[in-house]
């Protein structure tokens, strides 16, 4: 009995330790690994009833971190309705409402921080709410193809993961 409670609490500890970490973000984020282009695998919003869905997917969007500090962020769905007047100042408020919902873009500044997280300074954003905002993106992982972030607080609400993998 007693070695299925050590087994049990050394189990919980990893588990614990694996949480921190993943809410901490990296220990260090090399720059020359961040800037460059990525392209979107995958964002996967989970609500706060804990229903999960993927908002953007393959292809739906990029990032670019270039070495003086800016970055660029679009993301927009590829399922996105055409306007029937091939106008965009005369979109039918379905069209509008589905362009809202089906795309993000933001630009602004950005910062690496010592806790393996990044800054994003957002100066513009078509989500006007975002503008002039400071957002932080919990990097969980970096390599020279792959980048993983989380986001505590995406617009649509809940919680947000984000999967890029760089363009060459």
Same mark, same amino acid.
């Given at each position: 009995m007693? *070695?299925?409670i050590t087994m049990a609490m050394f189990c919980v500890g990893i588990a614990v330790t694996v949480t921190d970490a993943m809410a901490q973000g990296m220990s260090k984020i090399d720059k020359g690994e961040l800037v460059g282009s990525w392209t979107l695998v995958a964002i996967n919003n989970k609500s706060p009833?804990?229903?999960t869905v993927q908002t953007f997917g393959s292809n739906d969007?990029?990032?670019v971190f270039d070495s003086n500090g800016k970055f660029v962020q679009a993301l927009i769905r590829s399922d996105?309705?055409?306007f029937a007047s091939n106008n965009r100042n005369s979109g039918s408020a379905d069209e509008n409402k589905a362009v809202i919902l089906g795309s993000l873009a933001i630009f602004g500044t950005y910062a690496i921080n010592n806790d393996g #997280? !990044? #800054?994003? /300074? !957002?100066? /513009?954003s078509t989500f006007p709410n975002f503008n002039g905002s400071d957002q932080k993106r919990v990097v969980t992982a970096l390599t *020279?193809?792959?980048?993983?972030w989380q986001i505590a607080a995406p617009s649509v609400?809940?919680?947000s993961e984000a999967v890029w993998k760089r363009v060459r």
């Open positions: 007693l *070695a299925i009833d804990g229903k969007g990029f990032v996105l309705p055409k #997280t !990044i #800054t994003l /300074r !957002i100066e /513009r *020279a193809n792959e980048m993983k609400g809940g919680t």
